[in-house]
């Protein structure tokens, strides 16, 4: 079986688009463009599947299906980004001017306000993750330089980490594992560590392994934890077909009876691999 090759049902179950939808793309834009087998039957290529999920977020946010098409994968980033960047939130626009004015105290005092309103689950659903993605759109439009967006990550893994260990300070008998980790190449880290805190929020003792680490690095560590699932953050930047094979070979890896979780925006942009759980957003932690 041709594995770089998928079938429209593949597609659909992929994009939630529906293969009507497909089929009318095709013909009046041009993409996605099927390749035909000897037998007839049509398969599309799976180097596309990201950029279509990309338009399908894009239509779905009110772009124009001609216009998404037509646009380059920097741009359908950017539309996506700003549809979800979009909505008014004061305290997310007050963040955001203390961070452009480089002011962590102002950040911190912030943080704390929202903190105490919200609750720590929506907290960090409702505040630290649409601030991260306002700061993804700002950087890319040049509105916020790379020393901003540092000084607010310190900030925020600093409280990220401080949450947990209080958490952990209160927990009560014994609790499953849950290791956190990246794979080989990704460095991205708060999603790591949101994630982390909402585990334990929930009552699992989580184990951060950290970034960048190696499979077998991995698997090795879950079983001297005991870990009950293993939890892998994935950025856009290491979403597609490479990341399904490191998910195959961790998954081949750990001991039975050890899960495997992938979660973070790079999570909905790869396609599915059997026996891995699949969460897109902090919500469905």
Same mark, same amino acid.
């Given at each position: 079986?041709?594995?770089? %090759?998928?079938?429209?049902?593949?597609?659909? /179950?992929? /994009?939630?688009?529906?293969?009507?939808?497909?089929?009318?793309?095709?013909?009046?834009?041009?993409?996605?463009?099927?390749?035909?087998?000897?037998?007839?039957?049509?398969?599309?290529?799976?180097?596309?599947?990201?950029?279509?999920?990309?338009?399908? &977020?894009?239509?779905?946010?009110?772009?124009?299906?001609?216009?998404? !098409?037509?646009?380059?994968?920097?741009? %359908?980033?950017?539309?996506?980004?700003?549809?979800?960047?979009?909505?008014?939130? =004061?305290?997310?626009?007050?963040?955001?001017?203390?961070?452009?004015?480089?002011?962590?105290?102002?950040?911190?005092?912030?943080?704390? &306000?929202?903190?105490?309103?919200?609750? %720590?689950?929506?907290?960090? #659903?409702?505040?630290?993750?649409?601030?991260?993605?306002?700061?993804?759109? +700002?950087?890319?439009?040049?509105?916020?330089?790379?020393?901003?967006?540092?000084? %607010?990550?310190?900030?925020? &893994?600093?409280?990220?980490?401080?949450?947990?260990?209080?958490?952990?300070?209160?927990?009560?008998?014994?609790?499953?594992?849950?290791?956190? /980790?990246?794979? =080989?190449?990704?460095?991205?880290?708060?999603? *790591?560590?949101? +994630?982390?805190?909402?585990?334990?929020?929930?009552?699992?003792?989580? &184990?951060?392994?950290?970034?960048?680490? =190696?499979?077998?690095?991995?698997?090795?560590?879950?079983?001297?934890?005991?870990?009950?699932?293993? +939890?892998? @953050?994935?950025?856009?930047?290491?979403?597609?077909?490479?990341?399904?094979?490191?998910?195959?070979?961790?998954?081949?890896?750990?001991?039975?009876?050890?899960? *495997? !979780? #992938?979660?973070?925006?790079?999570? @909905?942009?790869?396609?599915?691999?059997?026996?891995?759980?699949?969460? /897109?957003?902090?919500?469905?932690?």
């Amino acid at each position: 079986m041709n594995t770089s %090759l998928l079938s429209i049902g593949d597609i659909c /179950t992929e /994009t939630g688009l529906s293969s009507d939808v497909v089929r009318v793309w095709e013909r009046r834009y041009g993409f996605p463009m099927p390749v035909r087998l000897p037998s007839g039957h049509r398969r599309y290529r799976a180097e596309d599947l990201n950029r279509l999920r990309l338009i399908a &977020e894009a239509v779905a946010s009110g772009h124009r299906p001609s216009m998404a !098409v037509r646009s380059s994968t920097d741009q %359908l980033e950017a539309m996506v980004l700003k549809n979800a960047t979009a909505a008014p939130n =004061p305290i997310l626009d007050e963040l955001m001017i203390a961070t452009q004015n480089s002011n962590s105290e102002k950040i911190k005092n912030l943080l704390a &306000e929202a903190l105490f309103q919200q609750g %720590l689950r929506d907290f960090v #659903i409702h505040t630290i993750a649409p601030l991260l993605e306002r700061v993804g759109v +700002a950087w890319a439009e040049g509105r916020l330089d790379i020393h901003h967006e540092k000084l %607010l990550t310190e900030v925020l &893994e600093d409280l990220l980490r401080k949450l947990r260990n209080e958490l952990d300070q209160q927990a009560k008998g014994p609790r499953e594992v849950v290791l956190m /980790t990246t794979l =080989p190449g990704e460095r991205h880290r708060l999603g *790591l560590l949101m +994630a982390a805190l909402i585990y334990t929020y929930k009552g699992y003792k989580t &184990e951060v392994l950290g970034m960048d680490v =190696p499979v077998a690095n991995i698997a090795k560590s879950a079983r001297q934890v005991g870990a009950h699932k293993v +939890a892998v @953050s994935l950025s856009i930047l290491t979403a597609g077909e490479s990341v399904r094979r490191l998910l195959k070979d961790l998954q081949e890896r750990l001991p039975q009876g050890c899960g *495997l !979780v #992938i979660g973070g925006q790079g999570a @909905s942009r790869t396609r599915k691999v059997q026996g891995v759980e699949r969460m /897109t957003r902090l919500e469905d932690i």
